[in-house]
T-cell receptor, first 109, second 113 residues
Framework: RKEVEQDPGPFNVPEGATVAFNCTYS??????FFWYRQDCRKEPKLLMS???SGNEDGRFTAQLNRASQYISLLIRDSKLSDSATYLC??????????FGTGTQLKVEL | GAVVSQHPSWVICKSGTSVKIECRSL??????MFWYRQFPKQSLMLMAT?????????EQGVEKDKFLINHASLTLSTLTVTSAHPEDSSFYIC?????????FGPGTRLTVL
């Protein structure tokens, strides 16, 4: 079983739609959780950290369920520029990141 | 935020040659840097942790004699792919932490013919 699992997609959604991605992780000792965004042939960029209480940044909302070892990302009012691969990332402490395979999102007119 | 540069951006080489990739933290010091590899449609896979002034720590399955890592200063780590073969063709990315956040270099796309 992979340490971090994501549905690879692609998810094709119309502009303005609300879309959610899920991620599960296998290591119950994982301490920190993130969503990164990666555009084609580019490096990953931090989208947001994920906290147990849930957190929101503009159109993006992240949730963490430690009991179920489950992380989610919700994107509201999706824009064409949101098209990218979204990577679920966990750490076990320290700076060592474990990446999921990513979920590809395509926002269409 | 902090900036990490990586050179070259891309390289095409013949099988059997060695390729060096540089990763620099431009406005901060990094005692630790990380090297990842990403094959098409796959996740970033951590190859090794580069430690300034000491040996790198390699992940399971990564050959330390093939992927030589040198972290000679607080702002520079290098990855040398020795005797590269077509199966080494990949996107190589480095990262460095600053204030609990990872900053990634722009990546190096290696194509071995």
């Amino acid at each position: 079983r992979k340490e971090v699992e994501q549905d690879p997609g692609p998810f094709n959604v119309p502009e303005g739609a609300t879309v959610a991605f899920n991620c599960t992780y296998s290591n119950s000792a994982s301490q920190s959780f993130f969503w990164y965004r990666q555009d084609c042939r580019k490096e990953p960029k931090l989208l947001m950290s994920v906290y147990s209480s849930g957190n929101e940044d503009g159109r993006f909302t992240a949730q963490l369920n430690r009991a179920s070892q489950y992380i989610s990302l919700l994107i509201r009012d999706s824009k064409l520029s949101d098209s990218a691969t979204y990577l679920c990332v966990v750490t076990g402490g320290g700076n060592k990141l474990t990446f999921g395979t990513g979920t590809q999102l395509k926002v269409e007119l | 935020g902090a900036v990490v540069s990586q050179h070259p951006s891309w390289v095409i080489c013949k099988s059997g040659t060695s390729v060096k990739i540089e990763c620099r933290s431009l406005d901060f010091q990094a005692t630790t840097m990380f090297w990842y590899r990403q094959f098409p449609k796959q996740s970033l896979m951590l190859m090794a942790t580069s430690n300034e002034g000491s040996k790198a720590t390699y992940e399971q399955g990564v050959e330390k004699d093939k992927f030589l890592i040198n972290h000679a200063s607080l702002t520079l780590s290098t990855l040398t792919v020795t005797s590269a073969h077509p199966e080494d063709s990949s996107f190589y990315i480095c990262s460095a932490p600053s204030y609990n956040e990872q900053f990634f270099g722009p990546g190096t796309r290696l194509t071995v013919l």
